[in-house]
């Protein structure tokens, strides 16, 4: 026995142009029959969260399934799968689609080439999908918002789920996030963590979804906006903490990649107040009492 739910969608132009919009949406569980030989058209992430079952490739090679597991079903790759039937499985799926599914690719957060993905955890996936699933209540006007915008964090959630990494990254990405701001070459931070340029590349590509260079970078341009605009700091000393001896290819790199000069960013996002900012995350759900006085 079995039990299936599932709704799709049909977005029009307009929310189209999110660059990535959800097709549909399901929630099944039990002895469900197998799935294929098939090919789609758009991509489908099947969340498993108890169970077991199988997956075979195209060259007609079988894997098992065991949950929590992630089943990447993309565009033009035949699959064909199923639960074992004395066990079943739980399993949610989405269908989405749109060109930013390219972008997600290439950073990583889609492997086309790795259809079975071992996850640590599938509740954070499956409550995403639980709230698209109550997205897609009759007469929802938001309908295609809202499930598009609940399709980028699936992504994202299953990126941090998966049982190759940690929710921060591999220990690679962690040892180049600390030393990011450091005056280091890339070839100097595979030397620290005992690898050849290479070997980092591909680590990096693999984490992150871009070279070493950009992943440092982005570290680098994010530590100077908060001190450009938390301090008084001079640009030249904003580009020494952040690991630029020269201030001129420090202002023409900030320009270059941010979009605006350095000076200008802090006219218009100047945020200086005395002792600094709080380095301490604030839980956004639950602020701090503001007590006024009495009048």
Request: with cysteine.
């Amino acid at each position: 026995m079995y039990h299936t739910w599932m709704r799709f969608f049909t977005p029009g132009p307009l929310h189209r142009r999110l660059g990535l919009v959800c097709l549909g949406v399901g929630l099944q569980h039990g002895a469900l029959p197998a799935v294929g030989p098939r090919t789609l058209d758009h991509h489908v992430a099947v969340v498993i969260d108890a169970g077991r079952g199988w997956y075979r490739f195209p060259d007609g090679r079988r894997t098992p399934v065991t949950a929590p597991a992630l089943l990447w079903l993309t565009p033009g790759v035949p699959h064909h799968y199923a639960p074992d039937p004395a066990t079943g499985w739980d399993e949610g799926f989405v269908d989405f689609t749109g060109p930013v599914t390219a972008t997600y690719t290439e950073l990583g957060c889609i492997e086309p080439d790795r259809p079975v993905v071992p996850l640590t955890d599938a509740g954070p996936a499956r409550s995403v999908i639980g709230r698209i699933a109550r997205a897609a209540r009759r007469g929802n006007p938001l309908l295609e918002v809202e499930t598009s915008a609940a399709v980028h964090e699936l992504l994202v959630t299953l990126r941090r789920t998966r049982a190759d990494t940690t929710p921060d990254g591999t220990p690679v990405l962690t040892a180049l996030a600390r030393d990011a701001c450091r005056p280091l070459t890339v070839a100097e931070h595979a030397a620290r963590n005992g690898m050849t340029p290479a070997e980092l590349r591909t680590a990096v590509r693999r984490g992150a979804g871009c070279s070493p260079k950009d992943y440092l970078l982005g570290i680098r341009l994010c530590r100077a906006k908060e001190l450009l605009a938390g301090t008084d700091l001079p640009v030249a000393a904003v580009a020494r903490r952040v690991g630029y001896d020269d201030p001129a290819y420090f202002s023409r790199l900030f320009t270059r990649r941010v979009g605006t000069a350095p000076v200008r960013f802090r006219r218009q996002q100047e945020r200086a107040v005395p002792g600094g900012w709080s380095t301490r995350i604030p839980d956004a759900e639950h602020p701090p009492t503001i007590i006024t006085g009495h009048v």
